[in-house]
């Protein structure tokens, strides 16, 4: 068996020679396998939560959460408790996660229905910082550092932020169930390992040690929503209004898809039973009717056997055909005749 020092001495050079040998166990100390003593370390992952996510908006969706890795270090038995330069090099890689994928994208999920995201080690949130490494072929880019200091006995612990992204031009599918918000997860149960290798004055690769896993959820609240557009009803220039005139336009709707809704049709110049145009020069009025079908019940709130428009959302723009007829009726005075009409989504 090596020994690095014996002392023997006596008197006044008994304390010079004991300095040396405190500073010859030292370099031993850093020469020697630190698989020797009890070091280790663990990490832990909050999740990271997406909140209010409408697939109909275009929008990316954000979130972030914390890696927290911790080392402890250890003193020797049977020499002092000194230990220059304890270090320590980790690593922490990700897998896919229970919702699959090769890791771009990600996916969360709600029983069948999927969500796409990613998670990323910076907030460029570009494909060569997407956070992958444990077994997945898209990327080997994990969190690395080293981590330690002169005299640094204890426990040391470095965050890590996680950057997580929703893409909104790949929401458009998205459906919520049952027509409630509806939350997506994913687990990284399995899917998180941190590997770790400690050494004295020499690096040492972090695949060199032990390793330790941890795990988080990635969640998402998907919202109900719908926009809606309307486009102008124009009968055109008429001059007797001895026939019926008729007229179309769109009204554009996008709802979150799996979403219920239906449209309604109020009414400001008239009643949603006998519409009117007015010329605000001579008060003169022109009847019309709007349906959902041409030649239908008139278009309205529901109420008085009026009709309403019932859809699902698909998380595309639904075009919703309004047909508008002027019957033959008494021509009134020249002019523009106008009514104002207020659409409602109701969903």
């Known amino acids: 068996m090596n020994r690095c020092f ?4 006596s008197g006044a050079r008994r304390l010079a020679l004991l300095w040396r040998a405190l500073a010859l166990a030292a370099a031993c100390l850093l020469l020697a396998p630190q698989d020797a003593r009890a070091d280790s370390c663990s990490a832990t992952m909050t999740d990271v939560v997406f909140t209010g996510v409408s697939p109909v908006s275009g929008n990316d969706y954000y979130a972030s959460g914390v890696l927290n890795v911790t080392c402890t270090w250890t003193a020797l038995t049977g020499v002092p408790p000194l230990l220059l330069f304890p270090n320590v090099a980790v690593c922490a890689s990700l897998g896919a996660g229970s919702g699959g994928g090769a890791g771009n994208p990600r996916w969360m999920t709600n029983g069948s229905a999927q969500l796409p995201f990613n998670l990323y080690t910076d907030n460029t949130y570009a494909a060569a910082s997407i956070w992958g490494g444990n077994g997945l072929a898209a990327s080997a880019n994990g969190f690395k550092a080293s981590m330690g200091g002169l005299l640094a006995l204890g426990a040391i612990t470095r965050s890590f932020t996680v950057y ?10 998205v459906r919520t169930v049952a027509g409630a918000d509806t939350l997506y997860t994913a687990s990284f149960a399995g899917a998180g390992l941190l590997s770790y290798a400690f050494y004295g ?3 040492a690769p972090c695949t060199a040690g032990a390793t330790a896993a941890f795990a988080f959820q990635a969640k998402a609240t998907v919202v109900n929503n719908c926009l809606i ?8 220039a008429n001059s007797l209004l001895r026939g019926t005139v008729r007229a179309s336009a769109a009204i554009n709707v996008q709802c979150t898809a799996n979403d219920a809704y239906q449209v309604l049709l109020g009414g400001l110049g008239g009643a949603v039973l006998g519409r009117k145009m007015t010329n605000a020069a001579t008060g003169d009025t022109i009847a019309y009717t709007i349906s959902t079908t041409p030649n239908g019940p008139p278009w309205g709130d529901g109420a008085n056997g009026t009709a309403v428009y019932s859809g699902t959302g698909t998380g595309a723009v639904q075009a919703i055909m309004m047909y508008g007829a002027v019957p033959a009726q008494a021509t009134p005075r020249p002019g523009d005749y106008k009514d104002s009409v207020i659409a409602t989504l109701v969903f």
């Open 229 to 236: 557009n309307t486009s102008n009803l124009a009968f055109g």
């Open 6 to 9: 014996s002392v023997a001495a």
């Open 164 to 173: 997580g992204k929703i893409p909104g031009n790949a929401l458009a599918g």
């Open 201 to 203: 004055s020499v690096p």
